[in-house]
């Protein structure tokens, strides 16, 4: 059992950045990642890493957002920059509860937060 929230999430203009940050109850093992979803559209993978700090990126974010995490602290960031109007959605952090390759689809991760909104205007 691990529970995760989301927060960091707002409003800003096209090229701006924000800083969305997940904290967890306890520490998890295996591969945490964001995903984001517009209204009920199909939830996206944004980012995923690993226990080693190995990263995965959708093409669509590559370059722009960063995912890292402080083990310590057990919490989970997701740096965005120059966003964009399409980067509009609600964020959403994840964990596995199982080892493996990290992978950027749904059904891979067991725990969910709640969801931030990131609204990016132009």
């Known amino acids: 059992q691990v529970q995760l929230e989301e927060s960091g999430g707002g409003s800003v203009q096209a090229g701006g950045s924000l800083r969305l940050s997940c904290a967890a109850s306890?520490?998890?093992?295996?591969?945490k990642a964001w995903f984001r979803q517009v209204g009920e559209q199909e939830r996206e993978g944004v980012a995923a890493i690993d226990s080693d700090g190995g990263t995965i990126y959708a093409d669509s974010v590559k370059g722009r957002f960063t995912i890292s995490q402080d083990s310590a602290e057990n919490r989970l960031f997701l740096q965005m920059n120059s966003l964009k109007p399409e980067d509009t959605a609600m964020y959403f952090c994840?964990?596995?509860?199982?080892?493996?390759?990290?992978?950027?689809?749904?059904?891979?991760?067991?725990?969910w937060g709640q969801g931030t909104q990131v609204t990016v205007s132009s």
């Open positions: 994840a964990a596995e509860t199982r080892p493996g390759y990290c992978v950027l689809r749904v059904p891979e991760y067991n725990y």
């Open positions: 306890r520490s998890t093992q295996y591969c």
